[in-house]
């Protein structure tokens, strides 16, 4: 697999709005005004789930189509929060609400669900056993 490169740069419009291109296509990052941004995009977590969402989405229609299951249509609901752990420590609650629209069984519906939590990006955030991001600075 060729490695993915995503450019992320301030841009000059307030304290946190980001500019970023991803594979060609321009996007825009902000904080909510609440917090000192001027909300020209979505936050940080929104992107995340975005894309959480995304990847479960084409990887349930990926499947279905190929075992040409009647699946109409997909939805994705996430929500983040943070909330208190042991050692006075805050983790992170992903919490995703699949819709599944056409003519499926029960059995269907369980393998989706299986295949949904096999989705690329729901392993990395859920199967990474050692630190997975590296930094430097140049």
């Known amino acids: 697999m060729t490695e993915t ?3 992320v740069e301030e ?3 307030g304290l946190y709005t980001q500019n970023i291109k991803a594979a060609g296509h321009p ?3 902000d904080e909510p005004a609440g917090v000192g941004g001027l909300d020209l995009g979505p936050a940080p977590y ?3 789930l ?3 969402g995304a990847c479960t ?3 349930l229609r990926m499947y279905a189509d190929q075992k040409k299951w009647g699946l109409k249509h997909v ?3 996430l929500t983040h929060k943070k909330e208190a752990a042991a050692g006075n420590k805050k983790i992170d609650v992903i919490t995703r609400s699949i819709t599944l629209e056409g003519d499926l069984d029960d059995a269907q519906r369980q393998r989706l669900l299986e295949i949904a939590n096999k989705c690329p990006l729901h392993r990395t955030l859920t199967e990474t056993t050692r630190p997975a991001i590296t930094s430097s600075i140049n």
């Open 50 to 52: 975005a894309a959480l």
């Open 75 to 77: 939805a994705v609901r």
């Open 5 to 7: 490169v995503v450019t």
């Open 46 to 48: 929104d992107l995340l």
């Open 27 to 29: 996007l825009t990052a």
């Open 11 to 13: 841009s000059g419009q």
């Open 57 to 59: 989405s084409m990887t």
